[in-house]
């Protein structure tokens, strides 16, 4: 088997440009592709980790490919959520730009 | 399953290639429409990874949900307000410096902490066909989450609604 920490530094890599992303980018569409990155980072992760570690109890040894599931619906729910506050936001503000969007900043 | 180690490793090479370059388009490309397929594109490699690991069920619901449903969204949003950007402004902000040190700080952290714990890794086949009895803890053990989850999408589809419509 591939050892486990090679699927560890792949996740860790691919969360850390999400993570560039999301503080780096100033279109907010932009910024929400690198937190679906970082979920799918935690996910590989999540997954990995299923693979290769036991469990102590033998009825948790599906636990890390269910905490998976749970992640995926949480990130579809999520961007569903955040691309409709983009669009709302567009409409009032006719901008994306977050550095535009500074209504409660003072 | 008896795959040759070579060719998991091969595999597992290629699929990892895929998602980190995706994941560097997605975030380094000007035009937002290259950056989603480029999201895509990571996606995929992410999904090939759940099948080196044998997680055929998470991998067929990575490229569904993400590939099918996530990105396509993406891309509509996109294209909903597209040619805002001034062509004159870049896509970072001032703070991409700060925020590639911080990248880079965290990954050489976590790149210690991945290659330097010792972890207690057991090599374990596995026993046959997954999926059912995955089905069958989700209705038992994890009833609960899944019953919140499903309230929590019904909510995350109303409000999407609601928020997005004019």
Request: charged share 10%; hydrophobic share 65%; aromatic share 8%.
């Amino acid at each position: 088997m591939i050892p486990l920490p090679f699927y560890l530094v792949i996740a860790a890599a691919l969360f850390c440009v999400g993570l560039y992303g999301a503080l780096a980018r100033r279109n907010a569409i932009a910024i929400l592709i690198g937190i679906e990155l970082m979920l799918n980072a935690v996910n590989l992760n999540l997954v990995a980790f299923w693979r290769y570690i036991k469990p102590a109890s033998p009825t948790m040894d599906l636990a890390g490919q269910v905490f998976a599931l749970f992640v995926v619906t949480l990130a579809a729910a999520e961007a569903a959520i955040g691309l409709a506050l983009v669009i709302a936001i567009y409409r009032s503000r006719d901008t994306v730009n977050v550095e535009d969007v500074d209504l409660m900043k003072w | 399953m008896s795959t040759p180690l070579v060719l998991t490793y091969v595999g597992f090479l290629i699929m990892a290639a895929v998602a980190i370059c995706g994941g560097l388009i997605a975030v380094s490309a000007r035009n937002l429409i290259r950056a989603a397929l480029g999201l895509i594109l990571s996606f995929v490699g992410v999904a090939g990874l759940y099948f080196v690991l044998e997680a055929e069920f998470i991998a067929v619901v990575q490229i569904l949900v993400y590939v099918g449903a996530i990105s396509i969204l993406v891309l509509f949003a996109v294209m909903l307000t597209r040619g805002l950007m001034r062509r004159d402004l870049s896509a970072q902000n001032s703070q991409w410096i700060a925020a590639l040190v911080v990248a880079l700080v965290l990954f050489s952290a976590l790149l210690l902490v991945a290659t330097g714990t010792n972890w207690k890794v057991a090599e374990t086949k596995i026993a046959g066909d997954l999926i059912p009895k995955l089905g069958e803890q989700l209705m038992t053990t994890y009833l609960l989450p899944f019953e919140a989850v499903s309230l929590l999408l019904l909510a995350a589809l109303v409000g999407a609604i609601v928020i997005a419509r004019e």
